[in-house]
């Protein structure tokens, strides 16, 4: 089955700095790509996806990109700010019979410091 | 607020007993999954309805797990004799076609 990594599992940035957070997957067969914010005591909450025909999209401070070849895809913030302190998970999942069940990464807790 | 709702928020309980948790999904959103998170892990996958029909289980579903789905709308999962690595948060997902996935605020199962 699917598996992905993820990496930093915790990112420590100022207030303004830009902020990346890495995923690997294993399965070519993966097509969309979604990222998700949890804060405590919270479900997941979906912040930007990417499908695979596409190498990169941008919603206002984040932007995602994806590399098919290598099998990584990566979430980008800019401009950081402290509500943006969470932990962000990234996640696969592939179409057909696997009927769009994700299989998450292990989260990385990121801490803007004003 | 995503629109998924799950009940109990929290629930507390003795080994050996059983629970059930109750999902309800956005109102058109005909597929649903559940997942488990354990504490500083991301969501685990543990099974998929279409409309009522269980689609998918998890080998992470072992025989004390079942989960239905009436009438394709609101759905129910039960541990029965729980044991204590049972202990996590039950997500609930709803979706419908192949847009996102909309996660509920879980059930936080503690088994003592």
């Known amino acids: 089955g699917e598996n992905v990594e993820q990496h930093p599992s915790t990112l420590s940035v100022q207030e303004g700095d830009s902020a990346v957070i890495k995923c690997t997957y294993s399965d070519s067969a993966s097509n969309y790509f979604p990222w998700y914010k949890q804060e405590l005591g919270k479900g997941p909450q979906l912040i930007i996806d990417i499908r695979s025909n596409v190498g990169e999209k941008k919603d206002q401070r984040i932007a995602v990109t994806l590399n098919k070849t290598a099998k990584h895809f990566s979430l980008h913030i800019t401009e950081t700010q402290p509500e943006d302190s969470a932990v962000y998970f990234c996640?696969?999942?592939?179409?057909?019979?696997?009927?769009?069940?994700?299989?998450f990464g292990q989260g990385t807790i990121l801490t803007v410091h004003p | 607020d995503t629109g998924v709702s799950q009940d109990p928020r929290h629930k507390i309980t003795k080994r050996g007993q059983n629970v059930t948790f109750r999902c309800d999904p956005i109102s058109e959103h005909n597929r649903l999954y559940w997942y488990r998170q354990t504490l500083g892990q991301g969501p685990e996958f543990l099974t998929y309805?279409?409309?009522?029909?269980?689609?998918?289980k998890s080998r992470l579903l072992s025989d004390r797990f079942s989960a239905e789905r009436p009438k394709g709308s609101f759905s129910t999962l039960e541990i029965q004799r729980t044991e204590q690595g049972d202990s996590a948060m039950y997500l609930c997902?709803?979706?419908?076609?192949?847009?996102?996935?909309?996660f509920g605020p879980g059930t936080r199962l503690t088994v003592l």
């Open positions: 996640a696969a999942s592939t179409g057909g019979t696997s009927y769009g069940k994700l299989t």
């Open positions: 997902a709803s979706r419908i076609g192949g847009g996102e996935q909309f």
């Open positions: 309805f279409q409309n009522e029909a269980q689609l998918e």
